[in-house]
Structures are given as structure tokens and as C-alpha cells.
């Protein structure tokens, strides 16, 4: 189909966000949309957003309000709120910003289309339910070639843990695996479009347990095993993992499988077996650091990161002390840390708070360490071989950018020729977050 009209997508949060918006981008290519990356000459705009903090959800009004004159402008101009927000808040969206045409759920983006051809006729559209079936199955895909030889497959979505402080299981609902042959197949047809690496995608991605060709359930350690004999395919990594789902066969994938890459992104949340116990997150502090050490007997060059929440209800400095030695006997190579944000409708927004200013005061010191690590593990890769996957050129001529396994960001002087391969450089200069370096 020739494309005539033109499609706009802001994307928020997370990964699985992404994944989700190239796949409603790829829909409504079927339906005549093609992209643009001006809001301006947009006559679809959607925006797919992120509910995990206040100031996420918030950002989402602001950028509605800066839409006003594009809509004065061009009265047939369709607005849409998608993601976790649309989930979270529905119809009080339309309420609050009458300018909204549509809002749809995580889970039903296969009825884009249909919603929309009713925004034409003149109504609003709303669809936040959680359908049965699953959305990818009806999402076609495209067969152009991949634009990054970098590509993100959702294999789980939803989450049952429930954590005191976390929307994710409202917004997502209930964990859902796919099944293992149409990964398998979306995972080939992403190589045969020049995919070399694939990042496997779940809100709790390693307590996949999808229906297998076999007729078992296949763990996500099963899953890594069959991509790894996917040829083309050159490296395989996965996020977000929850401590209590890291498998014995998951760890040993770690050391066993050359194309399961050595980083590990395992959040913790806090130090503090106290505090880990009001947030609901089943194990303490002992548990996870036996975790990695496991992790490292079975993969001594791991590079880990995490995310921690900082400010929880009830946190006392000996509280917020224990995160911080946890953090010196893990040592990440990095990490992302938030202040806690209290969410409408989970348990922990119900607790007193801590006063902001304690808070502010503990983020900062937490990522003061944290930044200390990262530049640790970044200049100790000084000298050091490694490979990457170049991606796309570099911000200087002649140059090209990608990612170290350890998902460091590289950039290197290299031909045009090299891009979407694997290549093996020496390390020459690391600052904070990035690494320069040398083909060998
Ligand atoms: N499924 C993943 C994380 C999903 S949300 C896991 O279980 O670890 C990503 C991160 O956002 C979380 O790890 C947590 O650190 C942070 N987060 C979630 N809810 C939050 C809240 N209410 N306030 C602050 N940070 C939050
Ligand atoms: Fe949220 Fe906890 Fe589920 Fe992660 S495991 S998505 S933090 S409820
Ligand atoms: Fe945000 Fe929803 Fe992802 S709340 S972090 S976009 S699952």
C-alpha cells in the first residue's frame, strides 16, 4: 500500500514500549501511515506512554497541552494516548484533555485501526480492556530490511509479583508468555531483515514459561538455547530479570552460551532486608548477593547493573545504609536509581512518606557511588579487547558507534562496510559513558 497519510509516535518508559510502538508503527503502515518525525506535518500523533512515576505520567499532560496549536492548526489532526497512562487513567484522560481522540490500552493495539476508522466518523475511542488473545498474534510485521541491526522481541509481558510500590501489574496485567515457535519465527524474520543482535523483552522476562513446540514448557534459558542455533544471529541478551526467577539453567546459559552476552541488568531495589520486605520482593539481601556470586563463578567477566529505589516508606538511614553496602559488594558497572514515587492504587502510596529532603539527600549520595562504579568498570576496560556491533555512524566523519558486549557504548574510526557486524576493537580512552577505541 502506497502511504498517504502520515503517522507521528512519542515513546515513553520502557524497552517494551518500544517494541510495542514499532509495532503499531508497523500497523498502521498496513493502513496507509507512514512515519514522520515532525509533529508538524503529522496527521496521526500518537503517544505511548509510561505510568511508573509521577513525573512520567505527568510529562504525558504537558506534551498534550504543546499539541494545542498543531490541533487549531489542522482541525482533522487525530490524537491518541496509548501505553501504560491509557491503562492506568482511560477515560479521564479525554476528561482532562478534550483534544485526546483516543486512548488505548497496552493490550489492544491490534484494534488501532478499528478504533481510529471510528475517531473518523466522528466519535471518541476508548479500549483498555485485556483481551484474551494475544496482540502480536493480529499485528503484521514488515519485511523491509531492519533500520538497526539491533532489535528488541517481547517474549513475556505483565507481572504477577506485585511489588508495594510498582504500577506494572495494574497496566500490564497478569504475566503472559508468548509461545515459543512464533518467537522463534519473529526472532528468524528479524534476522533475514539483517537483525545480528536481539534483546528478549519482558517486565519479568526470565520467569518466562512459554508453551514449547515439544508440547513442554520451555524456560527462558530453553528459549536462549534455541535462538543460539539461529544462524545470522549474532548475539542474544534479555531484560528485566527479577532475582527470585534467575534459574539455575538461566545462570548456566551465562557461562555456557558464547552468544548470550555477558550483562545482566537484575534490580534489587534496596539493601535492606527490612525494607525489601515492605516492598513485597520475596527474597533479602543475602539471597541476592549469593545470587551473584553464582552469576560470577559461572560468568567471572559479568557486568551487572540494577535499579534501586531510594525514599521508600518507612526507609531509615540504617536502611538506606545497607543499600549502600550492598551496592560496594556487588560493584555495578551501572545502574539507575529513583526517588520513590507513590503510585494511586498501590499499597505502599497508602504509607507515610519520607520527607523529601532526606530523600533528595540519600539519591545523591547513592548515585555519587553508583557513577564512581560505572567510571570503575569503564576505565578498566582501558587497553582491553572487546568486541561490538556497530550500529550507525559516529558523530565524527569516518566514525561508527555501537555497543561493547558489556552493552557499553563504543565508537571506533571504521568503514561504512561495518556496519551491522560484529568487530573486535582495543580500548583507548573511556569517560563515563562512552568508550573509544581502535579496530584490532
Ligand atoms: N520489572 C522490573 C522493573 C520494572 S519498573 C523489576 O521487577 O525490577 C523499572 C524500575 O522502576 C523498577 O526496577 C524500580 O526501580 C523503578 N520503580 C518502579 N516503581 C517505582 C516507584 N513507584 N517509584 C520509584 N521508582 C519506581
Ligand atoms: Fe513491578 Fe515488581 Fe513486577 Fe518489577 S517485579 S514489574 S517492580 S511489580
Ligand atoms: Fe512504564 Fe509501563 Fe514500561 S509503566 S516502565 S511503560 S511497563
Not at 526472532?187 to 533475514?192: I, N, T
Request: glycine share 8%; aromatic share 6%; proline share 5%.
Amino acid at each position: 500500500m502506497t502511504a498517504t497519510k502520515k503517522l507521528h509516535i512519542k515513546t515513553y518508559g520502557c524497552q517494551m514500549n518500544v517494541y510495542d510502538s514499532e509495532r503499531m508503527v508497523e500497523a498502521m503502515a498496513a493502513e496507509g501511515y507512514e512515519t514522520t518525525e515532525d509533529a508538524g506535518e503529522a496527521d496521526l500523533i500518537l503517544l505511548n506512554t509510561c505510568h511508573i512515576r509521577e513525573k512520567a505520567a505527568e510529562k504525558v499532560y504537558s506534551d498534550l497541552g504543546r499539541l494545542r496549536p498543531l490541533k487549531d492548526a489542522k482541525p482533522d489532526l487525530r490524537i491518541g494516548v496509548a501505553g501504560c497512562v491509557a491503562q492506568a487513567e482511560g477515560g479521564e484522560i479525554m476528561a482532562r484533555q478534550p483534544l485526546v481522540d483516543l486512548v488505548v490500552g497496552p493490550q489492544t493495539y491490534h484494534r488501532l485501526p478499528a478504533m481510529l476508522a471510528r475517531v473518523a466518523a466522528g466519535e471518541k475511542a476508548l479500549d483498555t480492556e485485556m483481551p484474551e488473545e494475544d496482540k502480536f498474534d493480529h499485528l503484521p510485521q514488515l519485511r523491509t530490511p531492519a533500520a538497526k541491526p539491533s532489535a528488541f522481541l517481547t517474549v513475556q509481558e505483565g507481572c504477577d509479583k506485585f511489588c508495594a510500590f510498582c504500577v506494572v501489574p495494574y497496566t500490564r496485567g497478569a504475566e503472559v508468555s508468548r509461545p515459543v515457535t512464533r518467537l522463534l519465527s519473529e526472532a528468524r524474520a528479524l534476522v533475514d531483515r539483517g537483525v545480528r543482535e536481539i534483546t528478549l523483552l519482558g517486565q519479568n522476562v526470565n520467569a518466562y514459561h512459554g508453551a514449547g513446540p515439544d508440547g513442554r514448557t520451555w524456560s527462558l534459558a530453553d528459549l536462549i538455547w534455541a535462538l543460539d542455533g539461529i544462524e545470522g544471529l549474532a548475539r542474544i541478551r534479555f531484560t528485566t530479570s527479577h532475582p527470585n526467577d534467575m534459574t539455575d539453567d538461566l545462570i548456566s546459559a551465562h557461562g555456557d552460551c558464547a552468544k548470550l552476552m555477558p550483562y545482566l541488568h537484575l534490580p534489587v531495589q534496596s539493601g535492606s532486608d527490612r525494607i525489601l520486605k515492605a516492598m513485597n520482593r520475596k527474597h533479602g539481601a543475602a539471597e541476592y548477593i549469593k545470587l551473584i556470586d553464582k552469576l560470577r563463578a559461572a560468568r567471572p567477566d559479568l557486568a551487572l547493573s540494577g535499579d534501586f529505589i531510594v525514599g521508600f516508606p518507612g526507609e531509615t538511614e540504617a536502611d538506606f545504609e545497607a543499600t549502600l553496602d550492598l551496592v560496594r559488594q556487588v560493584r555495578y558497572a551501572a545502574a539507575y536509581s529513583f526517588r520513590y514515587s507513590p503510585r494511586p492504587g498501590t499499597p505502599a502510596a497508602e504509607r507515610p512518606e519520607v520527607p523529601t529532603e532526606v530523600a533528595v539527600e540519600r539519591l545523591h549520595r547513592l548515585q555519587a557511588l553508583l557513577t564512581e562504579q560505572q567510571q570503575a568498570a569503564q576505565a578498566a576496560m582501558i587497553g582491553r579487547e572487546t568486541n561490538v556491533l556497530f550500529e550507525k555512524a559516529g558523530r565524527l566523519p569516518g566514525q561508527l558507534v555501537g555497543k561493547s558486549d558489556y552493552l557499553q557504548a563504543v565508537h571506533a574510526d571504521a568503514p561504512e562496510s561495518m556496519l551491522g557486524r560484529v568487530a573486535r576493537v582495543r580500548v583507548t580512552v573511556a569517560k563515563t559513558n562512552s568508550l573509544a577505541a581502535e579496530l584490532v
